[in-house]
T-cell receptor, first 114, second 110 residues
């Protein structure tokens, strides 16, 4: 039972490089989210999606892009990496967000930009 | 900007005591409130949700909501060392987005 799978788990980028964080869920959830968590801080919403083909900005979308071509996949793209994007990134999904608020999180992707 | 505020802690309590964690929110239209627990280096997990004013109990955990004061709290009775973690308060907005606070770190001393 995989749940939400994120890859890679760790990555070091140089300033200006680009990369994609992959997120896949096998629970047939409509809602998917990307959060970032800086050390000692809470989660900040980057982008979210309520279904395939639909995405919207969260609290901190600048420097990121997303797509949702299928129900299962929700990749996060960093175009020009900056040191301020050093963080732990969590992908999450939910089927009943409006009822229980329960998000199922991936294990996180730790990104360092040098 | 919708905000969720928590004291960062650490809150240190002895084993067996009651731990009280507090959270305030700015969006008066918020309807749903959640407590997530996050162990160090792990992803968050939902432990409680509450919609109505008053108390909601689940085992050793009690969530309390006061919408007039825009205040949510979590009580942990008979605290155990395994409860040592960061507790994140989250509030759902009208677009079904969860807005998280910065979390309170709880330390339960054996």
């Amino acid at each position: 039972n995989a749940g939400v799978t994120q890859t890679p788990k760790f990555r070091i980028l140089k300033i200006g490089q680009s990369m994609t964080l992959q997120c896949t869920q096998d629970m047939n959830h409509n809602y998917m989210y990307w959060y970032r968590q800086d050390p000692g801080m809470g989660l900040k919403l980057i982008y979210y999606s309520v279904g395939a083909g639909i995405t919207d900005k969260g609290e901190v979308p600048n420097g990121y892009n997303v797509s949702r071509s299928t129900t299962e996949d929700f990749p996060l793209r960093l175009e020009l990496a900056a040191p301020s994007q050093t963080s732990v990134y969590f992908c999450a999904s939910s089927s009943h967000i409006s009822y229980t608020g329960e998000l199922f999180f991936g294990e996180g992707s730790r990104l360092t930009v040098l | 900007q919708k905000e969720v505020e928590q004291n960062s802690g650490p809150l240190s309590v002895p084993e067996g005591a009651i731990a009280s964690l507090n959270c305030t929110y700015s969006d008066r239209g918020s309807q749903s409130f959640f407590w997530y627990r996050q162990y160090s280096g792990k992803s968050p997990e939902l432990i409680m949700f509450i919609y109505s004013n008053g108390d909601k109990e689940d085992g050793r955990f009690t969530a309390q909501l006061n919408k007039a004061s825009q205040y949510v709290s979590l009580l942990i009775r008979d605290s155990q060392p395994s409860d040592s973690a960061t507790y994140l308060c989250a509030v759902m907005d009208s677009s079904y987005k969860l807005i998280f606070g910065s979390g309170t770190r709880l330390l339960v001393r054996p």
